[in-house]
T-cell receptor
């Protein structure tokens, strides 16, 4: 059964600290993995997209890693800021050639950054 | 540039009523997606269009839900008749081309729907 599991479910850190969010998936065949940031009351915003050939991708203070062999991804946030408080959602796309395969969504990690 | 525009932002109505949610994708984007988000189920893809044609509607929960895209700049999601369990935030997203090719999806800010 194709699934995406994220951990932890919620996380509280102090401003300036680093943190790492995890995403494990069982989706096969695999096309790509996306990390989204969703602020309260807003739509998700894309942070990174990685295909199976990409191990690391950065977007400012956000760095995503992908291990396609173990089917694990992580999102590392460096020097956290109050504005990083949000839900972070991992989405895995099933591979289906050039067309969009089914999308599998994690339940998200709710990150709270305290001053 | 304007992002994805959804209307209304909030909708409260009684069960049994027809509900129509609207979406204007980013100009030039040719893929459009409708999502539903609830606390219990998280984010779910309902249907997506490519070049105004519905490609996959397997996520549409039942016949009470229908979606149309009459042209490249407008789409609707309709629920008739509405039920309390339809209460959720409905998002519309668009992307420059088929997102299976790795393009990011740009989301609107959603419509918060409450069915009493």
């Amino acid at each position: 059964k194709n699934q995406v599991e994220q951990s932890p479910q919620s996380l509280i850190i102090l401003e300036g600290k680093n943190c790492t969010l995890q995403c494990n998936y069982t989706v096969s065949p695999f096309s790509n993995l996306r990390w989204y940031k969703q602020d309260t009351g807003r739509g998700p915003v894309s942070l990174t997209i990685m295909t199976f050939s990409e191990n690391t991708k950065s977007n400012g203070r956000y760095t995503a890693t992908l291990d396609a062999d173990t089917k694990q991804s992580s999102l590392h946030i460096t020097a956290s800021q109050l504005s990083d408080s949000a839900s972070y959602i991992c989405v895995v796309s099933e591979g289906r050639g050039s067309t969009l395969g089914r999308l599998y969504f994690g339940r998200g990690t709710q990150l709270t950054v305290w001053p | 540039d304007a992002g994805v525009i959804q209307s209304p932002r909030h909708e409260v109505t009684e069960m049994g009523q027809e509900v129509t949610l609207r979406c204007k994708p980013i100009s030039g984007h040719n893929s459009l997606f409708w999502y539903r988000q609830t606390m219990m189920r998280g984010l779910e893809l309902l249907i997506y269009f490519n070049n105004n044609v519905p490609i996959d509607d397997s996520g549409m929960p039942e016949d009470r839900f229908s979606a149309k895209m009459p042209n490249a700049s407008f789409s609707t999601l309709k629920i008739q008749p509405s039920e309390p369990r339809d209460s959720a935030v409905y998002f519309c997203a668009s992307s420059p081309r088929d997102s299976g090719l790795g393009q990011p999806q740009h989301f609107g800010d959603g419509t918060r729907l409450s069915i009493l």
